[in-house]
Nanobody, 119 residues
């Protein structure tokens, strides 16, 4: 099992910045991916950004150039720096940890942290 603890959400004005953190603990495998998804009311969960243990990054088109994902493998922690925030970024942001072994993917999720961007 893997436990994920998120922090850093809050209320910010449009154009502002926030930094999310997510610390993983438990049965951490050396090869994994961590990232952030978000879910707004009435909408499906969507990928925001992911980063592998090898450092490969992937971003949703809607956040490219504004958000930066990074990680500290020694601390099993992933960060999401969010700049130039827009009201449409308002959502619950969920941390994800996943591994693949023998073609089987296993996902773990955090409880989520609310990000609200006011116009």
């Amino acid at each position: 099992q893997v436990q994920l603890v998120e922090s850093g959400g809050g209320l910010v004005q449009a154009g502002g910045s926030l930094r999310l953190s997510c610390a993983a603990s438990g049965s951490i495998l050396s090869i994994n991916a961590m990232g952030w998804y978000r879910q707004a009311p009435g909408k499906q969960r969507e990928l925001v950004a992911t980063i592998t243990s090898g450092g490969r990054r992937n971003y949703a088109d809607s956040v490219k150039g504004r958000f930066t994902i990074s990680r500290d493998n020694a601390k099993n922690t992933v960060y999401l720096q969010m700049n130039s925030l827009k009201p449409e970024d308002t959502a619950v942001y969920l941390c994800n940890y996943n591994t693949e072994r023998l073609l089987r993917r296993t996902d773990f999720w955090g409880q989520g942290t609310q990000v609200t961007v006011s116009s």
